[in-house]
């Protein structure tokens, strides 16, 4: 099916690789099924000009010799939505392929193309370190394998498809709420260290860890609620990187409420406290369901 050439070229992308040599198409590593002829040859031209937009009709006077009697667009329609299918993709929220009324089709995603000189006779294997790795951008939202297993932490195959667009509104409105937990309490400082000294606690500590870690996460809130309002490449990578950090912050800002305990009271300062251990970790899944590109049920 590939056209011939003296290199065979594997195209990664997201959680996706393809081989343009064999037809073989991973998951994840795991062989899924064979793609159709029209629709492997569609995906590699995509993949081959990624960013780019494919016209229709190049894919016509590509795909579809002039002599063939058959329905244009029933055929590339169906080839597409065969593509979608395999690749978990969405014509409306689009994570791989999006579609251009009336003119074309675009790959949208980031892709990595390495290519690998084909073993002809007489040649010696190529080390490890000789392949070529052709990079189509600089950065990748691909997130990396987590700690800990996939048994404590949300696995992005487990997660629903939602709209990108509420994901980042979402995951916008936690960093406003932790960010007007470091306002409110650096502008009244006083009071907080008041209440620390009628509770007993040791308030000059106390002040200083507060004044800490909320000097710390302005700017980190910052860079993320700008990340997610404007779409930054790599969030979701960076953010996975930044988790262990956060959850220890997070986890830490979690025992507000019981600040506040004299007035709302022990239960639900600790209703309150069970709900803020948890937004960690509701971050880490948001950011998940915007990069998961899984089949839709």
Request: glycine letters at 6%; aromatic letters at 10%; a positive charge.
């Amino acid at each position: 099916m590939a056209e011939a050439r003296g290199e065979n070229r594997i195209f990664r992308f997201g959680i996706f690789e393809l081989d343009a040599g064999s037809g073989e198409l991973r998951r994840e590593g795991k062989l899924q099924p064979r793609l159709r002829d029209q629709a492997f040859r569609i995906l590699v031209m995509l993949l081959d000009r990624s960013r780019d937009v494919v016209t229709r009709e190049e894919l016509r006077e590509r795909l579809w010799s002039s002599d063939t009697f058959v329905d244009f667009d029933h055929g590339l329609n169906t080839a597409i939505n065969q593509l979608r299918s395999a690749l978990g993709d969405s014509a409306t929220s689009p994570r791989f392929i999006q579609t251009l009324p009336r003119r074309g089709y675009r790959f949208i995603a980031p892709v990595e193309i390495s290519a690998v000189r084909s073993r002809t006779p007489g040649s010696e294997l190529a080390p490890h370190g000789g392949d070529q790795a052709l990079r189509r951008t600089e950065d990748s939202d691909q997130p990396e394998s987590e700690p800990g297993g996939s048994w404590i932490l949300s696995d992005v195959r487990e997660l629903p498809i939602v709209s990108r667009g509420i994901v980042r509104i979402f995951f916008s409105l936690i960093q406003l709420l932790y960010l007007s937990f470091y306002i409110v309490s650096l502008a009244r400082l006083s009071k907080v260290q008041t209440i620390l000294v009628d509770s007993g606690n040791p308030a000059a500590l106390l002040v200083v860890v507060i004044v800490v870690t909320a000097a710390v996460g302005i700017p980190i809130r910052l860079y993320l609620l700008a990340a997610a309002a404007f779409n930054y490449q790599g969030l979701n990578r960076k953010f996975q990187r930044l988790f262990p950090f956060l959850l220890f912050l997070d986890e830490l800002w979690a025992l507000t409420p019981f600040l506040l305990v004299h007035q709302i009271g022990i239960g639900l300062a600790i209703g309150l406290t069970a709900a803020l251990l948890y937004l960690p970790f509701s971050q880490r899944s948001l950011l998940l369901m915007d990069f998961s590109v899984r089949r839709a049920p």
